[in-house]
């Protein structure tokens, strides 16, 4: 599965990306809100990129590698997520700090909830992002997605932004108009 925009490549991970997956998640400001807000060891960032290959194996979607077209450096990672036991399926993004501020995760973010409710047929999608997490939550904001609650998920306070199928297609985002 492989998805295109004006600036990025969306496709499944590959061995290839390993390093500059590491580092990225090893990065503490890349972590900072990210599950415990702890940097990735070598070793759980090989566990969590053979977790994102296996739930597109389990599920049929997930997250993808953000590939910049211009440089072929690997951005980050956005895409869907809804593992046993979460509250819904989320669209998640995390970008390493390098590719920050120039609205390569809303542009990625726009593709992906299009084609997930656009071929998936998805209802619904959520994003739990960390209160204290300004970027993300304009960004939520900045895709349609209104705060739905708050919710402890793994001892960690998030708030629960949410946005139906509807909503989103009645009059999407346009990632053109920056």
Not at 9 to 35: K, N
Not at 150 to 165: D, L, S, T
Request: glycine share 8%.
């Amino acid at each position: 599965m492989k998805l295109t925009t004006n600036r990025l490549i969306l496709r499944q991970f590959c061995q290839s990306d390993f390093e500059e997956y590491a580092a990225m998640v090893g990065h503490t400001e890349t972590m900072r809100y990210i599950g415990n807000g702890e940097p990735l060891s070598r070793e759980q960032a090989w566990r969590s990129m053979a977790a994102i290959l296996g739930h597109w194996q389990l599920l049929g979607y997930g997250l993808y590698a953000v590939e910049e077209k211009s440089s072929g450096k690997l951005a980050g990672r956005i895409g869907l997520i809804n593992p046993e036991g979460w509250p819904g399926i989320e669209i998640g993004w995390m970008l390493h700090p390098d590719f920050r501020g120039r609205g390569l995760a809303f542009e990625a973010a726009v593709a992906i909830m299009t084609h997930a409710f656009e071929v998936l047929k998805v209802r619904e999608l959520i994003s739990l992002i960390h209160p204290m997490n300004t970027a993300s939550l304009k960004l939520a904001e900045k895709l349609g997605e209104s705060l739905h609650d708050y919710i402890q998920f793994f001892g960690v306070e998030c708030a629960v932004y949410k946005i139906k199928r509807e909503l989103f297609l009645a009059s999407p985002p346009n990632p053109k108009s920056m």
